[in-house]
């Protein structure tokens, strides 16, 4: 259930600052989702690297992105001589921002006319790198929404604004994706890359404009670590593994992470190869998906401040997963245009809670260890989610391999193949989402009367805010 709280003396944050950590999540998302998605296609059907070393590939990626997110997090969570001046967080947000965003569209230019093992270590040393300067970005841009927006009514509310801005722009970059992408022209690909970068490179410098930290949150973090001193790495990471509540909402973000993973990379083998479609007509469904998204959006927020963030996610991960069931069997065009509809219908609901359960964890694990270790938290978080990855080259790989898949962008494929190829985009994520839901509502308990004695132990350990 939501909790009561009292704000009649809180200073609430702007909505300006909201809409800019808006814009850092939707930096963050786009490649994840949007972007990031057609980087196996990209590889193994135009760029033509054989399956077995995408698969190393991606695997490589995955466990390298398991190690650098926590550490990196680690590392860089504590005061420096700039903190009092610059923040705790921000400087660390403006350092990484214009190198991930550099080295992201490298990926998709490898050298032309190379052998295979080149373009398997061009692909595997570019994305370890632009991992590394991507994670200290998402690990302080996750770590300071917490701060910013400490009570269930600022995370509630923010989180609405952002998860309407996320997809529409999300939206806005796979329509034009729609529109460029060709399928056997890699130029084309690389002409979407430039038109991503660009835009990844407007979001951040739009973020850079609200993660300004006040002068008692800059105060609040210097003092907590003179206090405590800095908490050993091993030790944070064994406490917050401890926090039963901490480490069901991974599980839970692992899954849906792993679910849409699998979605996102299968999309484009979905229209080439089971509809047969030209990728334009990707662009009405996913425009009539955030329409849905939006248009839900008042009744998942409503439903939240009633029912509290518990029950809001596991409801909508069971109705998400229930959702991917039609993609095992439909065909027809306007049926692809209402599904679509109704799986991002209840994907708003778990998107919306996805900040505010975390949030709520790291707040549990700072009273454990007694200071904020927020990016860190992120970081192990986001070890959970390079999960995602690897899963994807597994499945890939024995689904491709099992089916007979022909990597040929003309090639027409077996029904054997096809059936293959909807295993990976709507089965998997379905159980995934369906089971994620049951855990979820079975074990996590930080709601009501826990939820409310956790914000007052906050407050007396001068750790809110």
């Known amino acids: 259930m939501a909790i009561e709280e009292d704000l009649s003396s809180w200073e609430i944050a702007s909505t300006s600052k909201m809409l800019a950590y808006a814009f850092g999540y939707v930096a963050v998302n786009i490649l994840l989702y949007a972007l990031l998605g057609t980087v196996w296609y990209y590889y193994q059907v135009e760029i033509g690297l054989a399956l077995i070393y995408i698969t190393i590939a991606f695997t490589v990626f995955a466990i ?19 903190t009092k ?8 947000v403006v350092f990484s921002a214009i190198p991930f965003i550099i080295f992201y569209f490298l990926i998709w230019i490898p050298p032309a006319d190379a052998n295979q093992l080149t373009i398997f270590l061009w692909f595997v040393i570019i994305t370890c790198v632009f991992d590394a300067f991507f994670s200290i970005f998402n690990d302080h841009v996750y770590g300071g929404y917490t701060n910013q927006f400490p009570s269930e009514y600022e995370r509630r509310r923010s989180f609405a604004i952002t998860t309407i801005l996320m997809f529409v722009i999300i939206v806005l970059v796979q329509v034009i994706s729609s529109f460029m992408l060709v399928y056997g022209d890699p130029a084309s690909f690389v002409r979407f890359a430039t038109v991503a970068t660009i835009v990844l490179f407007v979001m951040v410098i739009l973020l850079f404009t609200g993660i300004r930290e006040s002068e008692a949150m800059k105060q609040m973090f210097i003092a907590s670590y003179e206090k405590e001193g800095k908490i050993g790495f091993f030790k944070t990471m064994k406490v917050s593994l401890k926090t039963k509540n901490f480490s069901i909402s991974l599980l839970g973000y692992c899954c ?27 662009a009405l469904p996913r425009i009539v998906g955030v329409l849905c998204v939006i248009g839900s959006i008042p009744f998942w927020s409503n439903y939240a401040r009633k029912h509290g963030f518990k029950k809001t996610y596991w409801v909508a991960f069971i109705l998400h997963g229930l ?29 919306i809670m996805l900040m505010p359960v975390a949030s709520d964890t790291y707040d549990l694990v700072a009273t454990r260890v007694g200071q904020r270790v927020d990016a860190t938290m992120v970081g192990v978080r986001t070890f959970f989610y390079r999960v995602a990855f690897f899963i994807q080259a597994i499945v890939f790989f ?16 077996t029904p054997l193949a096809q059936w293959g190829i909807r295993v990976e985009a709507a089965l998997i994520p379905a159980l995934i989402l369906i089971g994620a839901g049951i855990i979820f509502r079975k074990f996590y308990t930080l709601e009501g009367a826990e939820k409310e004695a956790l914000v007052k132990k906050l407050k007396d350990m001068g750790l809110y805010r």
Do not use: C
Request: glycine fraction near 6%; avoid cysteine.
């Open 64 to 82: 390298w992105n398991m190690i650098n997110d926590p550490l990196l997090g680690y590392l860089t969570e504590r005061p420096f001589k700039w």
């Open 85 to 92: 001046k610059y923040g705790f967080r921000a400087p660390w």
């Open 256 to 282: 849906q992470i792993t679910a849409m993973t699998l979605w996102g990379a299968a999309e484009i083998f979905m229209f080439k190869d089971v509809y047969q479609l030209d990728m334009t007509y990707s």
């Open 323 to 351: 959702a991917f069931i039609p993609f095992l069997f439909i065909t027809d065009y306007l049926y692809i245009i209402i599904f679509y509809g109704i799986m991002y219908l209840f994907y708003s609901g778990e998107v």
């Open 398 to 413: 024995i689904i491709q391999t099992i089916t007979l898949y022909n990597p040929d962008p003309h090639a027409v494929q």
